[in-house]
């Protein structure tokens, strides 16, 4: 059964970080290309970052340049997002997505809470 399982979401005060992890199973995401996305309340889906396969050529989203970090380990069959300096717009459910490039194969998480508050 194909499953992408986030975790280590929670509630952070601002300038805190958290590390986000998305799980793979039922496939290696070794050939996927996987992204992290987000969704605040009353808001669209967003990109926040992405990470290619196999060479790991990675993207953000201007307003999370420089503060977080996508990497993915093919061994755990993981990706994870690195979020430092949280500030409370970073408020939002966050996604991890999978995607192939040599077929129409395109996973989503169920998303974890990530909540930036004093």
């Known amino acids: 059964q194909v499953q992408l399982v986030e975790s280590g979401g929670g509630v952070v005060q601002p300038g805190g970080s958290l590390r986000l992890s998305c799980a793979a199973s039922?496939?290696?995401?070794?050939?996927?290309?996987m992204s992290w996305y987000r969704q605040a309340p009353g808001k669209e889906r967003e990109l926040v970052a992405d990470?290619?396969?196999?060479?790991?050529?990675?993207k953000y989203a201007d307003s999370v340049k420089g503060r977080f970090t996508i990497s993915r380990d093919n061994a755990k069959n993981t990706v994870y997002l690195q979020m430092n300096s949280l500030k409370p717009e970073n408020t939002a459910v966050y996604y991890c997505?999978?995607?192939?490039?040599?077929?129409?194969?395109?996973?989503w998480g169920q998303g974890t809470q990530v909540t930036v508050s004093s």
């Open positions: 990470i290619s396969a196999p060479v790991g050529i990675t």
């Open positions: 039922g496939f290696s995401l070794s050939r996927y290309g």
């Open positions: 997505n999978a995607r192939a490039y040599s077929s129409n194969n395109d996973y």
